[in-house]
């Protein structure tokens, strides 16, 4: 299984080029399916028009709008309700999958319930999250960024690496995630913990795990 796990997608030549290698061949040769379920759990993205500008790449959305030859939508909520055989071929012959931020319980959530969680690791598709779209591949998210609450009570995720990811570090809109606040919430997490700005990524094939940054980013160990 390959992951990029991005904060704020795929917005600088450095994670660009991450992507193409891990793709072995162009993007305008790949077909993609994005996931914009995250979005609608998070009162800031979603439902409505920021999920219909993910789906769609506009205006510039830094994953979906890169050039891929066919872009479908992967809509988690929608899955359990139909034959797996309407959907898994799909997910098995695509070469990349596009998760949108929002909220990552919610995600965790309808990744299982879908059954997407359980076919992931035998994808040869290389998954791009952005935010929470990275976040759910993590153990635990902590307190500090639980919004939805499953009917677990629960700030566990799929836990398919070992690590857990505080996005968006130092954003301009986004004044509580700070370096302090980053170093109190990775107290309180069991294991490894990245802090990434929206210009780094963490790249994951096979196990091995690469920083891939332009900008600010730091990992506390417990």
Known sequence: MKLLLTSGGINNKSIHGALVDMLDKPIAESTALCIPTAMYGHPWVGPGVKAWEFITGNPGNPMVSLGWKSVGVLEL??????????????????????????????????M???????LLPSLKAVYVGMS?????????????FVGWTPPSGSDDTLGLVDFSIFPHLDHEMLPHNTMAAAEKWANGIQGPAYAID????????????EVISEGNWKLFWP
């Open 198 to 209: 929206d210009q780094t990524a963490i790249k994951v094939v096979e196990g091995d795990v």
């Open 77 to 110: 909520t929608a899955l359990p309700s139909i034959s797996k055989d309407r959907w898994v071929p799909l997910v098995q012959d695509t070469d990349v999958l596009l998760a949108a931020g929002g909220d990552a319980l919610y995600l965790s959530h309808w």
């Open 112 to 118: 299982q319930q879908s059954g997407l969680a359980g």
């Open 132 to 144: 929470a779209g990275s976040m759910v591949m993590t153990p635990a998210i902590g307190e500090f």
